[in-house]
Antibody, heavy 120, light 109 residues
Framework: QVQLQESGPGLMKPSQTLSLTCTVSGGSISSGSYYWSWIRQPAGKGLEWIGRIYSSGSTHYSPSVKSRVSILVGTSKNQFSLKLYAVTAADTAVYFCARYNWNHDAFDIWGQGTMVTVSS | QSALTQEASVSGTVGQKVTLSCTGN????????VGWYQQISHGAPKTVMF??SLPSGIPDRFSGSKSGTTASLTISGLQPEDEADYYC???????????FGGGTKLTVL
């Protein structure tokens, strides 16, 4: 059974680069019809899609963060990462990684989420 | 402002049938299947509907449908454990982005 686990710093300062990693266990990131995605949720607000990557490296990003985001497949086959540059307090949120399944046109597996706080 | 519009809140009693709606346009719901996600107390979302098919382990009191640019999630026989926030999501080809609704808070009275 595939599981996802996010990891990264809990606290950051404005203007720094946020780096998060999602580790995939129980399956290979390069197998199947899946996009590997990042989604965030500020406190008290709804879910916001950040972007996604296919195992080939092909990416799509949300227009709201496109100018300062990168999603990469990790050097380890079963990891993918998020880099968000020049963070501000508005980037404070719980960050989730999730698997998007083409066969179902929906996310089918979610990580537990990791809280990121941006504060000076 | 979310690309998809959901009711802010819906309530129902145990055993009742409730329907949550998700309204978009021809660029998103009108062209793609809609997923539905349940989130309890801001924990990890859980997928409760793939378009109109149930993920493994989700009770069959959940059902999904779509008509034009509006998708619906129906819960027949509401249970206390169904109290949660529910989000709809689909692809938007004009934005080239995955979009979410603002979420519906479902309260079980």
């Amino acid at each position: 059974q595939v599981q996802l686990q996010e990891s990264g710093p809990g606290l950051m300062k404005p203007s720094q680069t946020l780096s998060l990693t999602c580790t995939v266990s129980g399956g290979s990131i390069s197998s199947g019809s899946y996009y590997w995605s990042w989604i965030r949720q500020p406190a008290g607000k709804g879910l916001e899609w950040i972007g996604r990557i296919y195992s080939s490296g092909s990416t799509h990003y949300s227009p709201s963060v496109k100018s300062r985001v990168s999603i990469l497949v990790g050097t380890s086959k079963n990891q993918f990462s998020l880099k968000l540059y020049a963070v501000t307090a508005a980037d404070t949120a719980v960050y989730f990684c999730a698997r998007y399944n083409w066969n179902h046109d929906a996310f089918d597996i979610w990580g537990q989420g990791t809280m990121v706080t941006v504060s000076s | 402002q979310s690309a998809l519009t959901q009711e802010a809140s819906v309530s129902g009693t145990v055993g009742q049938k409730v329907t949550l709606s998700c309204t978009g346009n021809s660029n998103n719901i009108g062209s793609y299947a809609v997923g539905w996600y349940q989130q309890i107390s801001h924990g990890a979302p859980k997928t409760v509907m793939f378009g109109n098919s149930l993920p493994s382990g989700i009770p069959d009191r959940f059902s999904g449908s779509k008509s034009g640019t509006t998708a619906s999630l129906t819960i027949s026989g509401l249970q206390p454990e169904d109290e949660a926030d529910y989000y709809c999501s689909t692809w938007d080809y004009s934005l080239s982005a995955q979009v979410f609704g603002g979420g519906t808070k479902l309260t079980v009275l």
